[in-house]
């Protein structure tokens, strides 16, 4: 699989097919053995349909390509894991930011209502 040339998307890997079970030390565990891990987000949504999946983030893109090349198709927890370069759209990134922008303008708002202050 190419690498994306994006330095943040080379160091965060996407990985699916994961036991509902597992936890971010399950996941800290077997993959923190290839490098030094900045962050691990796992889904648990299935409304959104997140939950088995997750995305890791090395502090090194060597490390991530380690753990790339030596986990994906490995068995974890009675399951084949698929592990992925994270390939960020254009699209995707700008519908995320315009939602953190929305919420922390509500989260603002409530704020300023709970201080009794006014715009």
């Known amino acids: ?5 994006d330095p943040l998307a080379q160091r965060t890997l996407f990985i699916k097919n994961l036991n509902f079970n597992l936890t971010g030390p399950d996941l800290y565990e077997v993959f923190g053995k290839y490098g030094p891990i900045r962050q691990i987000r796992l889904g648990n949504n299935s409304d959104l349909k ?22 994906n198709g490995f068995h974890l927890m009675e399951r084949y894991i698929v592990v992925l ?3 960020p759209s254009k699209q995707q990134a700008s519908a995320l930011a315009k939602a953190e ?5 509500q989260a603002l708002a409530d704020e300023k209502r709970r201080l009794g202050m006014q715009d």
Do not use: C, W
């Open 1 to 5: 699989m190419q690498r994306p040339n």
């Open 50 to 71: 997140t939950k088995g999946t997750a995305y890791i983030v090395f502090e090194s893109p060597d490390d991530a390509r380690e753990a790339q090349t030596h986990l």
């Open 85 to 87: 370069y994270h390939h």
């Open 101 to 105: 922008i929305r919420a922390r303008e």
